[in-house]
């Protein structure tokens, strides 16, 4: 009897150590997929930054033109 109790808790462990290894292989993959899918976003991020950039620069420039028309206009009006 001892030897079956022995042989069910040898199975066991068994299943639970090759469930274990194959949980841990299957994290592993899906974290190498996770971090390629957040390098492939992190280089659209910096194209967007760029696209950014340019339309500050774009609307400093239109503010500067804008503030230069006030100027014209209040000092038309102050005399």
Do not use: C, P, Q
């Not at 469930?19 to 841990?24: D, N």
């Not at 974290?31 to 950039?53: K, M, V």
């Amino acid at each position: 009897m001892t030897g079956v109790a022995w042989t069910a808790i040898a199975l066991l462990g068994a299943t639970l150590f090759g469930s274990l290894y194959y949980l841990g292989s299957k994290i592993d993959s899906l974290g190498a997929r996770l971090d390629s899918r957040i390098d492939g976003l992190a280089g659209r991020i910096d194209g967007l930054e760029t696209r950014i950039d340019s339309l500050g620069a774009r609307l400093d420039a239109r503010l500067d033109t804008l503030a230069n028309r006030i100027d014209t206009h209040l000092e038309r009006h102050a005399g």
